[in-house]
């Protein structure tokens, strides 16, 4: 942004501070845990995380979610630091956002409008930006305050806002209304194109990655398609499915890369995104990826399954990935092997194979997509899968 005189000046950082309760379905270390991935978020977003909060609770209040003491607390400490939004780890209802909203005076941003707002700034193809769009305004329509001046407002043809208070609100509604009409008959005939495009590719198999965000997908499906799908170190780095053509000894198949599942994500994004999501459901092999590094990485994984169980695609043949070994860490005193010492990274790996990670019902596979440790074992059981599936669909096809 530049001033009148020409001189460039620093956009404003947006800052937050972000609250969690501690329960029994939610104990101290897993609201800390929760936390750090919604610091992530925020930061995924261009927000900066200046304090948690958390308060120990049987329940959330009814009126703001928290009690009024830790109430009183949060608002001196966004008066204090001048804070532009508070963010909550957990959704909250239509009366708990007026509330906050009318007692804080900020913007109250709960997990789920959070990960919207990213999924706005991510989506790039005109059937994402709609499915996002959309998912926006089913959340949005029951939290209309007067106090959301901060989400855009599309009033295309209703001419001039009458009336005040409950009236705006009315108009408003009636506008998300008709939008949401709207959207869902453009994403009706954006999944009849894509449908006839996937029909078309039918005698092909079809690879899909799937995994928690920010596990390494899309520098993955680089490395596999040599391509320059875009990716990077925050969450949700992928909002639109892409597609690339690889050959493996001869046989071609498709691989997809998806967006990241999460903890907690919005249902309607599941179900706005549910034909992005057929690249899943339809696929014949689908790639689980998997950040072995990180702390919760069992979690993800059951994450990752139920949500696939949701969108019904739990059913297909699975290759289990674990990837960033190079960030995992052996608990080991010495690193040997058969007496004789060797590096870390060796004895990380012989670790990890000759764990319970690799006694499961799935191919199973230790890589390190950054380093392009074992890809070349990777590409060689998905080529096996590949070429399995290929002589279902062309028994006699001959394989040089």
Known sequence: MKTNTGQ?????????ILVALIHKRQPQDRAKEYLEELAFLANTAGVETLAWFTQKVDHPDRRTFIGKGKLEEIQAYVTAHAVNRVIFDDDLSPSQLKNLENELKVRIYDRSLLIL????????TAQARTQVELARYQYLLPRLTRMWTHLERQRGGTGTRGGSGEKEIETDKRVIRDQITLLKEKLKKIDIQNATQRKSRTDIVRV???????VGKSTLMNLLSKSDVFAENKLFATVDATVRKINYLNIPYLLSDTVGFIRKLPTTLIESFKSTLDEVR??????????ISHPSFE????????????IKAADKPVILVFN??????????????DGEKISEAEASLEQLKSSYLNKNQFATV????????????????????????????YPNYLIY
Do not use: C
């Not at 707002?117 to 790039?124: P, T």
């Not at 960033?324 to 092997?337: A, F, G, R, S």
């Not at 230790?366 to 669909?393: C, P, W, Y």
């Open 8 to 16: 460039e000046t620093k956009k404003a950082v947006e800052t937050a």
């Open 117 to 124: 707002e990213i999924f706005m700034n991510r989506a790039q």
């Open 208 to 214: 899909a990655l799937v995994g928690y965000t920010n």
């Open 282 to 291: 339809e696929a014949d092999i689908l790639i689980h990826v998997v950040d």
């Open 299 to 310: 979690e993800h994984i059951e994450v990752v399954n139920a949500t696939l169980a949701d």
């Open 324 to 337: 960033k070994i190079d960030q995992y860490h052996p608990d080991v005193e010495q690193n040997e092997l």
């Open 366 to 393: 230790f890589i390190s997509a950054t380093q392009r440790e074992n890809i070349d074992e990777l590409r060689e059981i998905i080529g096996q899968k590949v070429k399995e599936k290929h002589l279902m669909i």
